[in-house]
């Protein structure tokens, strides 16, 4: 299989899911605007989608598909379904207990996940009735983690990757199609999100037919893989989810700023999330099968190799986002948001939001190729302890920050806790003689400053004065968008051809 073929592939789902995920995100900001309305249903959506992110998409596929991917190897299909089966089993039941309790005490959760939220009781009731609907969206796209988790095994990487494209067009039919019908507009939202969920279950499941590996119930909850998933995925509840409970803990502090602040810092994190979907989560994803690999045969050598080419991969590709984001942060926003109720205000608000995230937008990226060094070993301890000092870190950041720049200095906290993240887990790989950098990366390096200056310059002189963006409509925007980011990318990548980069250099297979 060939890495960088598989990455292709897999980013491109990504990012049609991404532009999909930004007309979405533009169509809400159209239909609602930034207040207490969508403040409420981003705090509601955001518990069950932390929770996705937490158990469905970090701690369990982290210790799900390394144990999956070593029976495969070892031990072969037949061994590899039954472990599906006994998993599958066990997270049904779980996940409708979790559920049921989610829906019985949304209010009780609304009014510990928003304490701000207490001074207006009308807010806080809604956030308990979206939070409602919304809950059972953890039970759905914690099944269709199963399935991603085995059809990433078997290098189906697109299936996964084209699915969050499901809920995206729910929420957009929602937004414009259903929000009328409802007495309260923005309760449609949290009925997209369900249907969301259940529409992304139901589309994989043909593709597990197909591999011969759609789970059927067995209730064994004695597996030794099962069991040793479940030791696994305690403490990586922590080790590979620190950046989304930081983002909880900041929907906490947010919601004591003034109103707006909670969905500033969403538009801002959903813009950061294009690149750290689009590189980070592809990169980790078709990373870790092969890594398990190279594991369970002890070539180590090709694991160490296999990190590197990550790395350098994720430099490559994230520093011009750093810089995009960093600098071109109004014509984005205002781009894909000012429209209908999104006012000036809020670009300004969003891109003060965004420009603080983006310190911390490499070590995101990076925490998603390093941590499968660790889980690849199904090595749990040391991720943890560091998740556990940065999450600690980070709050310290937080408190400091908030009071000097509002809302943004919860950004700052999560990105540079990011980078501090990053930089542990690298120390780690390398105190434990796991990663060996290859020759060269001195060269790499300068080479990759020289053309992100380049793109840099290039990008600041053409966008103008913000004042242009701040009036006229969209299109004007998209108009000017295109061209200007199109002008910067052309920029950095033919000035690393000119450097001597080529794309058959970073060519690799995997398992």
Not at 266 to 279: K, N
Request: proline share 5%; aromatic share 12%; glycine share 8%.
């Amino acid at each position: 299989m060939n890495l960088l073929k598989a990455l292709a592939h897999t980013s491109s789902m990504t990012l049609l899911s991404r532009i999909l995920g930004f007309i979405r995100d533009a169509v809400v900001a159209h239909v609602f605007g930034a207040g207490g309305l969508t403040d409420a249903f981003f705090v509601a959506f955001r518990i069950p989608n932390l929770l996705r992110r937490l158990f469905a998409e970090g701690a369990f596929s982290q210790a799900f598909v390394p144990i999956l991917a070593h029976a495969k190897t070892r031990d072969g299909e037949a061994t590899a379904h039954r472990l599906v089966n006994h998993v599958a089993s066990v997270l049904t039941v779980t996940l409708i207990f979790t559920t049921a309790l989610g829906v019985v005490f949304a209010p009780q959760v609304a009014w510990v996940s928003a304490p701000g939220f207490r001074a207006d009781p009308g807010k806080l009731a809604l956030t308990a009735q979206l939070l409602r609907i919304t809950f059972p969206y953890i039970f759905f796209i914690s099944l269709v983690s199963l399935a991603a988790g085995v059809l990433n095994t078997w290098n189906r990487f697109w299936v996964p990757a084209f699915t969050p494209v499901l809920l995206n067009l729910s929420f957009i039919f929602f937004a414009l199609v259903a929000a009328p019908w409802f007495d309260q507009p923005i309760v449609a939202l949290a009925w997209g999100a369900f249907a969301g969920g259940l529409l992304q279950l139901l589309f994989q499941w043909p593709f597990l037919r197909a591999i011969r590996m759609q789970p059927r119930w067995s209730w064994a909850p004695r597996d030794p893989g099962l069991r040793r998933m479940l030791k696994l995925m305690g403490p990586a509840v922590i080790g590979v989810s620190v950046g989304q409970i930081s983002l909880l803990i900041s929907t906490i502090f947010a919601s004591f700023l003034p109103s707006g602040s909670v969905s500033w810092l969403y538009y801002a994190d959903r813009l950061m999330e294009f690149p750290t979907g689009l590189l980070g989560a592809a990169l980790g994803t078709i990373l870790l099968p092969s890594l398990v690999s190279h594991h369970a045969a002890g070539d180590e050598s090709r694991y160490s190799d296999l990190l590197d080419w990550g790395l350098r991969l994720t430099l490559l590709l994230t520093l011009p986002a750093v810089a995009a984001l960093a600098i071109a942060g109004i014509p984005l926003v205002s781009t894909l948001f000012f429209r209908g109720a999104f006012q000036p205000h809020d670009v300004l608000m969003v891109r003060n939001a965004l420009l603080a995230y983006s310190v911390g937008l490499l070590g995101l990226i990076a925490v998603k190729i390093l941590a499968p060094g660790f889980y690849a070993r199904q090595d749990i301890k040391t991720p943890v302890k560091i998740a556990i000092l940065v999450l600690g870190a980070t709050q310290v950041m937080n408190l400091v920050f908030m009071s000097l720049f509002q809302h943004a200095g919860l950004a700052l906290a999560t990105g540079l806790g990011a980078c501090l993240n990053a930089g542990l887990l690298y120390r780690g790989l390398r105190k434990r003689s796991l990663y060996h950098p290859r020759a060269g990366w001195g060269l790499f390096l300068l080479k990759l400053g020289v053309a992100v200056c380049v793109m840099a310059a290039l990008l600041y002189g053409l966008q103008g004065d913000s004042s242009r963006w701040l009036s006229g409509n969209s299109l004007d925007h998209l108009l000017q968008l295109i061209p200007l980011l199109g002008a910067s990318v052309a920029a950095y990548f033919g000035t690393l051809y000119l450097l001597g980069f080529r794309p058959r250099d970073f060519s690799r297979s995997g398992a």
